[in-house]
């Protein structure tokens, strides 16, 4: 893409890079002013003040950290592999095509993640230095998505991305949407609410309710499947089924329907 702004030149890699971080706080910042909706929400305004163990605060300054390392070294991955996207851009892909990338790129990303975030719950140290940073939040809301250790958001986020994008045989430009709709949908899983007409609910048996019962106490040794989709929760044992059922004082709760085993 040719687009000069003050010198700087907007390389698809970097619309790559920062487009996703833009949309991530766009996005979360819609579903801040629709958590008011009590009747939709999964927990209680009041449980996600009280049971969270950490504050709002160094939750976006956590978040601005992970997307900071990040950036930083994606710019250098792109840099040092000297990937230039002019060259790829001869020819506009087919939509079979695009889609083929795109379901490619999500498989590949599903299965990176899966296997990661497994193991980060397995593995005690792993857990208790990274990932349990993750899981301070036991009410995720929107912004919360991508709270993470800077090292989990490297190995899952980072590595992740840069092996679906290289299996996929995606364009940079077509990367820009792929990134973009993988960061949409995390922050999706984590909005806390279960809103009618959500788009991605109709497409998507990986959603806020399924990824809910990963955030709590007793549904943390299943559904660890993200972003996309629930597959590997299925084929390896660790799907929790569950249903929404409607809370005392109105809104919602997704509910296990199978016995939740301890450890
Ligand atoms: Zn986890
Ligand atoms: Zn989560």
Known sequence: MEMMNGGLKLSDELLGTFVPIILYWIYSGIYVLLGSLENYRLH??????????VPKKDVVKGVLL????Q??????????????????????????????????AMMVLDTWQYFMHRYMHHNKFLYRH?????????????FGALYNHPLEGLL??????AL????????????????????????DDHCGLWLPGNLFHLFFRNNSAYHDIHHQLYGNKY??????FVMWDRI???????????RSKGGLEARPTKECKEN
């Open 236 to 246: 390896l044992g660790t799907y929790m089924p569950y249903s929404l059922e409607k």
């Open 71 to 104: 950036a930083v070294v994606a710019t250098i991955l792109f840099a040092v592999t000297g990937s230039d996207s002019e060259s790829t851009q001869a020819h506009q892909a087919s939509v079979f095509v695009l889609a083929r990338q795109f379901l490619v």
């Open 66 to 69: 992970q997307q900071a390392v």
């Open 130 to 142: 990274i990932h349990s940073q993750h899981h301070r939040l036991i009410v995720p809301y929107a």
């Open 156 to 161: 899952l986020d980072t590595i992740g991305g």
């Open 164 to 187: 679906s994008f290289l299996a996929s045989g995606m364009s940079p430009r077509t990367s820009i949407f792929f990134f973009s709709f993988a960061t949409l949908k995390t922050v």
């Open 44 to 53: 209680t305004k009041k449980d996600e003040d009280e049971k969270n163990l």
């Open 223 to 228: 559904n660890f499947s993200q972003p996309f």
